[in-house]
Protein backbone atom coordinates (compact mmCIF):
# COMPACT_ATOMS: atom_id res chain seq x y z
CA UNK A 1 0.00 0.00 0.00
CA UNK A 2 0.83 3.42 -0.80
CA UNK A 3 -0.39 6.48 1.13
CA UNK A 4 0.40 10.22 0.00
CA UNK A 5 -1.54 13.48 0.04
CA UNK A 6 -3.47 14.14 -3.32
CA UNK A 7 -2.09 17.79 -2.82
CA UNK A 8 0.51 18.00 -0.54
CA UNK A 9 1.15 21.43 1.70
CA UNK A 10 4.00 22.05 4.52
CA UNK A 11 1.13 22.03 7.50
CA UNK A 12 0.50 18.07 6.68
CA UNK A 13 0.14 15.09 8.84
CA UNK A 14 2.17 12.16 7.83
CA UNK A 15 -0.42 10.52 5.48
CA UNK A 16 -0.15 7.21 7.39
CA UNK A 17 -1.07 9.12 10.64
CA UNK A 18 -3.93 11.12 9.00
CA UNK A 19 -5.13 7.93 7.64
CA UNK A 20 -5.62 5.65 10.43
CA UNK A 21 -6.90 8.98 12.28
CA UNK A 22 -10.26 9.17 9.93
CA UNK A 23 -10.43 5.48 11.53
CA UNK A 24 -9.02 3.44 8.34
CA UNK A 25 -7.58 -0.07 8.82
CA UNK A 26 -4.91 -1.28 6.48
CA UNK A 27 -2.99 -4.81 6.73
CA UNK A 28 -1.33 -7.08 5.16
CA UNK A 29 -2.32 -10.98 4.67
CA UNK A 30 -0.74 -13.94 3.31
CA UNK A 31 -2.25 -15.00 0.09
CA UNK A 32 -2.02 -18.12 0.52
CA UNK A 33 -5.73 -19.09 0.97
CA UNK A 34 -4.95 -21.45 4.14
CA UNK A 35 -3.20 -18.41 5.83
CA UNK A 36 -5.76 -15.98 4.19
CA UNK A 37 -9.49 -17.56 5.33
CA UNK A 38 -7.62 -17.60 8.92
CA UNK A 39 -7.02 -13.54 8.90
CA UNK A 40 -10.08 -12.70 7.41
CA UNK A 41 -12.32 -14.89 10.16
CA UNK A 42 -10.32 -12.99 12.32
CA UNK A 43 -11.33 -9.67 10.85
CA UNK A 44 -14.87 -10.59 10.23
CA UNK A 45 -14.87 -11.76 13.98
CA UNK A 46 -13.51 -8.81 15.37
CA UNK A 47 -15.50 -6.12 13.42
CA UNK A 48 -19.04 -8.08 12.52
CA UNK A 49 -19.05 -8.95 9.38
CA UNK A 50 -21.14 -11.61 8.21
CA UNK A 51 -20.70 -12.00 4.43
CA UNK A 52 -17.45 -12.82 2.10
CA UNK A 53 -17.48 -12.75 -1.94
CA UNK A 54 -14.93 -12.16 -4.48
CA UNK A 55 -15.33 -9.51 -7.08
CA UNK A 56 -13.31 -8.61 -10.30
CA UNK A 57 -12.71 -5.88 -12.54
CA UNK A 58 -10.59 -6.58 -15.81
CA UNK A 59 -10.60 -4.47 -19.23
CA UNK A 60 -12.79 -7.01 -21.15
CA UNK A 61 -14.88 -6.83 -17.82
CA UNK A 62 -18.90 -6.01 -20.03
CA UNK A 63 -19.90 -2.32 -18.91
CA UNK A 64 -16.79 -1.82 -17.11
CA UNK A 65 -16.06 1.99 -17.85
CA UNK A 66 -19.99 2.32 -16.48
CA UNK A 67 -19.13 0.33 -13.72
CA UNK A 68 -16.49 2.26 -12.67
CA UNK A 69 -18.24 5.71 -13.08
CA UNK A 70 -20.52 4.65 -10.32
CA UNK A 71 -17.23 4.75 -7.80
CA UNK A 72 -15.49 7.48 -8.95
CA UNK A 73 -17.77 9.97 -7.64
CA UNK A 74 -17.00 11.32 -3.80
CA UNK A 75 -19.69 8.70 -1.47
CA UNK A 76 -20.16 6.83 1.53
CA UNK A 77 -21.31 3.83 2.54
CA UNK A 78 -23.40 2.93 5.97
CA UNK A 79 -21.21 -0.43 6.32
CA UNK A 80 -18.08 -0.31 5.99
CA UNK A 81 -15.95 -0.78 2.54
CA UNK A 82 -13.47 -4.11 2.98
CA UNK A 83 -11.33 -5.05 0.41
CA UNK A 84 -8.53 -7.56 0.27
CA UNK A 85 -6.66 -7.31 -2.96
CA UNK A 86 -6.06 -10.46 -4.38
CA UNK A 87 -4.58 -9.52 -7.44
CA UNK A 88 -4.35 -6.60 -9.69
CA UNK A 89 -4.61 -2.53 -8.19
CA UNK A 90 -6.82 0.02 -6.93
CA UNK A 91 -6.74 3.59 -5.91
CA UNK A 92 -8.79 4.96 -3.44
CA UNK A 93 -9.05 8.39 -2.31
CA UNK A 94 -10.44 9.08 1.24
CA UNK A 95 -11.50 12.41 3.03
CA UNK A 96 -9.26 13.38 6.11
CA UNK A 97 -10.34 15.09 9.25
CA UNK A 98 -9.88 18.20 7.56
CA UNK A 99 -11.25 16.98 4.17
CA UNK A 100 -8.87 16.84 2.20
CA UNK A 101 -7.86 14.06 -0.23
CA UNK A 102 -5.68 11.02 0.69
CA UNK A 103 -4.33 8.82 -2.01
CA UNK A 104 -4.38 5.15 -1.21
CA UNK A 105 -2.83 3.02 -3.48
CA UNK A 106 -3.48 -0.93 -2.86
CA UNK A 107 -2.13 -3.89 -4.31
CA UNK A 108 -1.91 -7.66 -3.96
CA UNK A 109 -1.91 -8.58 -0.14
CA UNK A 110 -3.23 -5.66 1.12
CA UNK A 111 -6.71 -5.43 3.35
CA UNK A 112 -8.21 -1.97 3.37
CA UNK A 113 -11.40 -0.88 5.50
CA UNK A 114 -12.66 2.14 4.43
CA UNK A 115 -15.19 2.96 7.85
CA UNK A 116 -19.21 3.35 7.45
CA UNK A 117 -19.88 6.91 6.95
CA UNK A 118 -16.41 8.01 5.52
CA UNK A 119 -16.28 9.93 2.20
CA UNK A 120 -14.14 8.17 -0.28
CA UNK A 121 -13.98 7.45 -4.36
CA UNK A 122 -12.48 4.65 -6.11
CA UNK A 123 -10.32 4.03 -9.67
CA UNK A 124 -8.61 1.58 -11.23
CA UNK A 125 -4.87 2.26 -12.28
CA UNK A 126 -3.96 2.07 -15.89
CA UNK A 127 -4.14 -1.83 -15.63
CA UNK A 128 -7.59 -1.75 -15.12
CA UNK A 129 -7.41 -5.23 -12.97
CA UNK A 130 -8.54 -6.04 -10.09
CA UNK A 131 -9.68 -9.26 -8.40
CA UNK A 132 -10.67 -8.55 -4.22
CA UNK A 133 -12.08 -10.11 -1.65
CA UNK A 134 -14.91 -8.02 -0.06
CA UNK A 135 -16.63 -8.87 3.66
CA UNK A 136 -20.11 -6.81 4.48
CA UNK A 137 -22.02 -6.50 7.49
CA UNK A 138 -25.09 -6.03 5.80
CA UNK A 139 -25.54 -5.98 1.86
CA UNK A 140 -28.07 -3.28 2.32
CA UNK A 141 -25.21 -1.48 3.63
CA UNK A 142 -22.95 -1.22 0.94
CA UNK A 143 -24.71 1.33 -1.80
CA UNK A 144 -23.44 4.55 -2.97
CA UNK A 145 -24.41 7.64 -1.13
CA UNK A 146 -23.05 10.36 -3.45
CA UNK A 147 -22.15 13.75 -1.98
CA UNK A 148 -23.43 16.78 -3.01
CA UNK A 149 -21.38 20.12 -3.02
CA UNK A 150 -17.90 18.33 -2.21
CA UNK A 151 -14.46 20.19 -1.97
CA UNK A 152 -12.47 19.57 -4.98
FE1 LIG B 1 -17.23 2.88 -1.90
Known sequence: MNVTWLEPHPDATAPLQALAGVGVVHERLPAAPEALQPGLDRLAAARG???QDIVELRP???????ICRKFA???LHT????RYVLEGEGIFDIRS???RWLR???EAG???VVPANLH???????RKHIRCVRLFKDRGGWVPHYRQGAPA
Not at 79 to 82: I, M, R
Open 49 to 51: YVE
Open 60 to 66: ETVDLDA
Open 73 to 75: DEH
Open 79 to 82: DDEV
Open 97 to 99: ADD
Open 104 to 106: VTV
Open 110 to 112: DLL
Open 120 to 126: HRFMLTE
